[in-house]
T-cell receptor
Framework: RKEVEQDPGPFNVPEGATVAFNCTYS??????FFWYRQDCRKEPKLLMS???SGNEDGRFTAQLNRASQYISLLIRDSKLSDSATYLC?????????????FGTGTLLAVQP | NAGVMQNPRHLVRRRGQEARLRCSPM?????VYWYRQLPEEGLKFMVY????????ESGMPKERFSAEFPKEGPSILRIQQVVRGDSAAYFC?????????????FGPGTRLLVL
């Protein structure tokens, strides 16, 4: 089983739509979680950290369910510029907190 | 304030040659991480270095790959005797400190193509 699993998509949505991505992680000892965004042939960029209480940044809302080992990202009012691959990322645990563990990403294509 | 810099951005090598990938961390960052992204796969951790020290190389292939971060100059990821399976995007990241809540900032990557 992969350490971080995501639906690869693609998710094709019209502008203005609300879209949700899900992610599961395998190790219950994991403590830190993130969503990164990666544009085609570019580097990953931090979109937001994910906190236990849930957190919001503009049109983006991230949720964490530790009991289910499940992370989500909700994008409201999708823009064309949101088209990218969204990476679910878990920080390593125990003696490996210096490495990030990436999911394979979910591709979002926002259509005009 | 320059971000993480990597060069070259694209590198073409023939099988059996050596590839050297360079990474200059953000100003003030002394922690460097290398990740590899194979086609259609997620990024995979390779190695974590501080100045003059390899801290965690658990993701490095056992043979042909090495990394260093000297006291002066950029971090170098070296791949000897490259094979086609080494073709990938290699990303470097840096952070001001280790672990905890420190964000890793990624460079633009080096895309290695082995012919």
């Amino acid at each position: 089983r992969k350490e971080v699993e995501q639906d690869p998509g693609p998710f094709n949505v019209p502008e203005g739509a609300t879209v949700a991505f899900n992610c599961t992680y395998s190790n219950s000892a994991s403590q830190s979680f993130f969503w990164y965004r990666q544009d085609c042939r570019k580097e990953p960029k931090l979109l937001m950290s994910v906190y236990s209480s849930g957190n919001e940044d503009g049109r983006f809302t991230a949720q964490l369910n530790r009991a289910s080992q499940y992370i989500s990202l909700l994008i409201r009012d999708s823009k064309l510029s949101d088209s990218a691959t969204y990476l679910c990322v878990v920080r390593g645990y125990g003696g490996a907190t210096n490495k990030l563990i990436f999911g394979t990403g979910t591709l979002l294509a926002v259509q005009p | 304030n320059a971000g993480v810099m990597q060069n070259p951005r694209h590198l073409v090598r023939r099988r059996g040659q050596e590839a050297r990938l360079r990474c200059s961390p953000m100003k003030g960052h002394s922690h460097v991480y290398w990740y590899r992204q194979l086609p259609e796969e997620g990024l995979k951790f390779m190695v974590y270095l501080q100045k003059e020290n390899i801290i965690d190389e658990s993701g490095m292939p056992k043979e042909r790959f090495s990394a260093e971060f000297p006291k002066e100059g950029p971090s170098i990821l070296r791949i000897q005797q490259v094979v086609r399976g080494d073709s990938a995007a290699y990303f470097c990241a840096s952070s001001p400190a280790a672990g905890g809540l420190e964000t890793q900032y990624f460079g633009p990557g080096t895309r290695l193509l082995v012919l």
